[in-house]
T-cell receptor, first 113, second 111 residues
């Protein structure tokens, strides 16, 4: 089955620690995205990548970092500089060109205490 | 500034009671409008893409329509399994695949 996998489903960390969230897709999509979802707010874009070895900051990139070394993988690191890291993190992918719908993974819920 | 507003925030229906969800948008040139369904604790599931005013798409009990200022998601004779949060998103021309999301409508269908 083609799709997007995110791991782990739940993640707990102590304040001051960096943590990396995994995202893998086998849809052969060129573009990948990371969003953050908080209660009462729309999804907010953290980073996106349209091609391997290239990525751009989204609307809330501060305190986050990404890499895109392989087409299938787009890991997100939440650094200790992120002031409010507790949230639900969603990875998505899409084709580039004329079809823009993004397909989402199951999400990772990160809790930092 | 590009913006998406969804209403109502929450909607409770009886099984079989048809209704509509609204998505109003202001964007500098619409490239596409997207509807997603999200169940609690899960990622959004893609439903529809609409590209131009007058376009309509249907899937089972759901029908999405688009005008120059808003989109409606019509739910006909809903069932309890239609209970979810429905998200609307828009992509502006020149936005390089970036989507702007509304905050969603939480739909509860009671048997």
């Amino acid at each position: 089955d083609g799709g997007i996998t995110q791991s782990p489903k739940y993640l707990f960390r102590k304040e001051g620690q960096n943590v990396t969230l995994s995202c893998e897709q086998n849809l052969n999509h060129d573009a990948m995205y990371w969003y953050r979802q908080d209660p009462g707010q729309g999804l907010r874009l953290i980073y996106y990548s349209q091609i391997v070895n290239d990525f751009q900051k989204g609307d809330i990139a501060e305190g986050y970092s990404v890499s895109r070394e392989k087409k299938e993988s787009f890991p997100l690191t939440v650094t200790s500089a992120q002031k409010n890291p507790t949230a639900f993190y969603l990875c998505a992918s899409s084709e580039t060109g004329n079809r823009y719908e993004q397909y989402f993974g199951p999400g990772t819920r990160l809790t930092v205490t | 500034e590009d913006q998406v507003t969804q209403s109502p925030e929450a909607l409770r229906l009886q099984e079989g009671e048809s209704s509509s969800l609204n998505c109003s948008y202001t964007v500098s040139g619409l490239r596409g409008l997207f509807w997603y369904r999200q169940d609690p604790g899960k990622g959004p599931e893609f439903l529809f893409t609409l590209y131009s005013a007058g376009e309509e798409k249907e899937k089972e009990r759901l029908k999405a329509t688009l005008t120059k200022k808003e989109s409606f998601l019509h739910i006909t004779a809903p069932k309890p399994e239609d209970s979810a949060t429905y998200l609307c998103a828009v992509q502006a021309r020149g936005a390089t695949n970036k989507l702007i999301f509304g905050t969603g409508t939480l739909l509860a269908v009671q048997p």
